[in-house]
């Protein structure tokens, strides 16, 4: 953390004078300060009593990050006679950041603090508070703590990661950007700035400001990091990896950089190399949700079934509608000879009107493995059929009346509103429940999330209108996928096609990595006749999923065709058949291109399936 504030009193000012001295001109701050830290721990050694150059060593070291030494010198002082109600903030800091947020808020609460460090120690809390999720308390803490050190630079930062936490997205902006106005060579402000814009504008325009957080400070290791794993995301694999061995050179057992080298192996399908970078996080990171995603794929793919299901089991713990972890579940359950598990995986997505073919498939062998042929025909059949119905924006089990009373009594409480909104809708009453999103809205504008609950309302209620200008306001604040594509449904739905296709290339364009975007996109491309355009976004697709998806390989096959490769697309179209063989429209295609290389028995029986099949 970065420290601006300094003791009153004749020891607190030695301290800070001491602060500036040095030999003048090294490369990068972080340089600076382990010269003024060896500076001091010699001046020290000289003078063991020295109290204010102790606390000088405790502040230095705690923008290096180091809090054992910071400790170590808030003790020295203490030790040498320093007053502990002035010191008693900085030691509950050194704790903070070695993990013990509990005997930091103990220190804190263990006697008095001096009124020039009541800022410090509520800006300590502030931090603990936020770490253990507690957010009410957080935001108390951090109310006294901006009171106190109203121009206090880096504590803005904590400000502006608190209200994210609080999913007030506007509100970090405008506490970040008056970070960087009270200091404009704040790296940590610059950084936090950059992963902000990442959200809002993609992962180019973020570029800019990674680049100004590691000009401020080229040892920022956390800018470092998230530099390296936008890049990532950009398909720049060796500025990748140049920045993440920067960042190794200045916290080398960081698991992050194990987990995006894991990451980056995964992508070029170096699955075992993959294994061993995530074995070397030692645990640390087992908690995170794209920790253990990527855990589960890669331990799928080495043969490991039992051990990936275990990882999809206990993210889905976290985030039960997690969709993609439910297909590993599934996956994982078949591959290990387990058809009835492998069913009750996918019964959340299969029960969807909106359920993908993959799933359906997978569903269909395992019905058919249990004997329950019924079912299996019926999941084979809209697997055959490639085109999804309408997602289910609301679901709920519970009794209207109840639920609606609830909400009644705590109309700004999400975790009552939208349940209410959702029977409203069920029931017909599409006015209540735009009317109940409304008030969330209205009472948290800065949050992309109330934005979007009223614009899936509204869609619902046949608002279209009403669900545009709202999906509008959410991507002014987070330009994702979640709110893009949903904008660009609506504007298709209110007859804006253009409109929705512009949203989509806009996606695109600030988030390359989103297989969405670039999958509607060649959409698009089609309708258009814009075959080369189309070629190259469903090829991005098939180059991140494989040859997996019949709807990809069909698109492709249809565009080849129309720019005459007829060989291309007939390769195209035939692993589009086998993974859907009972798929009409794919025969039809499939037997056309087999008359044009002359096999027209090939193309006849192909046409008699399609028909029977029809029948």
Not at 293 to 311: D, K, P, R
Not at 393 to 422: C, E, Q, T
Request: some cysteine; charged content about 25%.
């Amino acid at each position: 953390m970065d420290f601006r504030r300094v003791w009153t009193g004749a020891p607190f000012v030695a301290a800070l004078l001491l602060a500036g001295c040095g030999d003048g001109g090294p490369a990068t701050p972080r340089q600076a300060g382990e010269q003024h830290r060896a500076a001091l721990q010699a001046a020290i050694a000289d003078d063991p009593d020295d109290i204010a150059r102790r606390v000088a060593l405790a502040r230095v070291a705690i923008r290096l990050g180091d809090g054992v030494g910071a400790e170590a010198a808030v003790k020295g002082a203490l030790g040498a006679g320093a007053n502990d109600a002035a010191l008693r903030p900085l030691l509950a800091r050194a704790y903070a950041m070695q993990g013990e947020g509990a005997r930091a808020l103990d220190t804190l609460e263990g006697g008095p603090v001096i009124p020039e460090m009541m800022g410090e120690a509520a800006w300590v809390a502030g931090d603990v508070h936020l770490a253990n999720g507690d957010l009410a308390a957080a935001r108390e803490a951090y109310d006294r703590a901006v009171h106190e050190l109203p121009r206090s630079s880096a504590l803005w930062v904590d400000v502006a990661r608190f209200r994210e936490a609080n999913a007030d997205t506007l509100g970090a902006r405008d506490a970040v950007d008056y970070a960087i106005e009270l200091d404009k060579a704040n790296s940590a402000a610059l950084a936090f700035k950059a992963n902000l814009v990442r959200g809002e504008e993609g992962l180019e325009a973020s570029l800019g400001w990674y680049a100004e957080a590691l000009v401020a400070n080229p040892d920022n290791a956390d800018a470092l990091i998230d530099q390296a794993a936008t890049l990532g995301d950009l398909g720049r694999y060796r500025d990748m990896l140049a920045a993440l061995r920067h960042a190794a050179a200045i916290v080398p057992r960081d698991p992050r950089l194990y987990y995006l080298q894991a990451v980056l192996a995964a992508r070029v399908g170096k699955y075992a190399l993959a294994r061993s970078l995530l074995q070397r996080t030692r645990g640390e990171l087992d908690e995170q949700p794209s920790f253990m995603l990527l855990s589960a794929i890669v331990e799928l793919e080495l043969g490991g079934e039992a051990v990936a299901a275990n990882w999809a089991d206990r993210l889905l713990a976290e985030q039960p509608h997690n969709f993609t972890a439910r297909r590993i579940l599934a996956a994982a359950e078949w591959a290990d000879g387990d058809a009835d598990a492998a069913r009750e995986a996918l019964l959340p997505l299969t029960r969807r009107p909106d359920a993908d073919s993959w799933s359906l498939i997978l569903a269909s062998r395992a019905a058919a493995e249990l004997g329950r042929d019924m079912e299996s025909a019926d999941y084979l059949g809209r697997a055959a059929a490639l085109s999804p119905g309408e997602a289910i924006p609301f679901a709920i089990d519970d009794d209207y009346g109840l639920v609606a009373m609830a909400a009644d009594a705590a109309p700004l409480d999400p975790a009552k509103a939208i349940p209410a909104i959702a029977v409203d809708l069920a029931s017909g009453n599409s006015a209540r429940a735009i009317g109940r999103a409304m008030q969330l809205r209205d009472a948290n504008r800065g949050v992309a999330d109330a934005h979007i609950l009223l614009g899936d309302a509204a869609l619902a209620g046949g608002r279209f209108d009403l669900a545009v200008e709202a999906y509008r306001a959410a991507r002014a604040i987070d330009a994702g996928e979640r709110t893009t594509l949903r904008l660009a449904n609506a504007l298709y739905r209110a007859g804006d096609v253009a409109g929705s296709g512009a949203a989509i290339l806009a996606l695109r364009d600030g988030q390359p990595s989103s297989i969405a975007a670039d999958r509607l996109a060649g959409h698009l491309a089609m309708d258009l006749r814009h075959w080369d355009r189309a070629i190259g976004h469903f090829d991005r697709v098939r180059r991140r999923i494989g040859d997996r998806d019949a709807v990809i390989l069909r698109e492709l096959a249809r565009a080849w065709a129309a720019k005459g490769d007829d060989a291309r697309a007939l390769l195209l179209i035939d692993r589009a058949y086998r993974l859907q063989p009972l798929n009409a429209g794919i025969m039809e295609f499939y037997a056309g291109l087999l008359e044009k290389r002359g096999k027209a028995q090939a193309a006849a029986d192909l046409r008699d399936k399609a028909a029977q099949i029809g029948r």
